[in-house]
């Protein structure tokens, strides 16, 4: 199933709204713009995961962070800084606050996304020193 009617689908159990289907949408397009594939399955469980944690936080809900070791693990990697650039850029979109314990995660499928398809952090490298 597209990204677009999985959100869909979750728009009608209202477990999204229109404004997180927008902010994911945005996001997919943004990393399209960065050269990212956006027709992997990857990018769509990332985009996927992004829009049903911001239904969650809009319910009132948040998860645990990620694990320390994990997250240590991503922070010591030689791309952190860029992956984190890249991560405050999307979170732009996002009209609402963002618990960090959810950051965690956001950021941590980034980081994966990077190792993956590292024209993102290169493209996004190229583009923030131009403007």
């Known amino acids: 199933m597209h990204l677009y009617e ?4 979750q728009q ?19 990393l399209k713009i960065w050269g990212v594939n956006t027709l992997t399955s990857q990018v769509n469980f990332m985009l996927f995961h992004l ?9 009132g809900y948040k998860v645990l962070p990620l694990h ?10 030689p791309q952190f800084e860029q992956v984190l650039a890249v991560h405050k850029q999307l979170l732009k979109a996002i009209p609402f606050a963002v618990p960090h314990s959810e950051q ?23 583009q923030a020193t131009q403007a």
């Open 68 to 77: 320390a070791e994990f997250f240590a693990e991503i922070e010591q990697a």
């Open 51 to 59: 829009a049903m944690a911001l239904g969650r936080i809009r319910r």
């Open 6 to 9: 999985r959100l869909q689908s």
């Open 12 to 30: 009608q159990r209202k477990m999204i709204d229109q404004e997180i289907v927008d902010v994911t949408l945005f996001c997919e397009q943004r």
């Open 104 to 126: 965690t995660h956001f950021i941590a499928n980034i980081y994966a996304l990077a190792i993956e398809q590292p024209v993102l952090l290169k493209n996004y490298k190229a």
